[in-house]
């Protein structure tokens, strides 16, 4: 199914949309069906392997957190560099690893 909405520009989501919306321009699955067939593996199992493969990557996680959370580790890069100094760059260092600490726990305890 294509994905072609329309949504304010102040919608938290609206990085997300835009993405699903050009992605869905293609249909995967004649890329998926051919495959199948060269390969002798259910077309069903393979599309579970790609999405359970697309999701184990972390990309659940950048779902989940949202646009809003991209912007706030990028603010944290953008504020050390218009402060110009190493201490707020090396803030901004620790600040970030702590972010990232907690966004990988998922993926460090399944």
């Not at 249909?27 to 579970?48: H, K, S, Y």
């Not at 707020?88 to 460090?108: G, H, I, T």
Request: charged letters at 30%.
């Amino acid at each position: 199914m294509r994905y072609a909405a329309e949504w304010p520009d102040d919608d938290p989501h609206a990085n997300f949309k835009r993405e699903v919306a050009e992605y869905t321009r293609q249909d995967p699955l004649p890329t998926l069906r051919r495959l199948a067939e060269d390969t002798g593996i259910p077309f069903d199992a393979l599309v579970r392997y790609a999405l359970v493969k697309w999701t184990a990557e972390g990309s659940e996680a950048l779902l989940a957190m949202g646009p809003r959370m991209i912007e706030r580790l990028n603010a944290v890069c953008e504020n050390a560099e218009t402060a110009n100094t190493d201490a707020a760059r090396l803030q901004a260092y620790d600040q970030l690893r702590q972010m990232l600490s907690w966004l990988r726990l998922p993926l460090q305890d399944p």
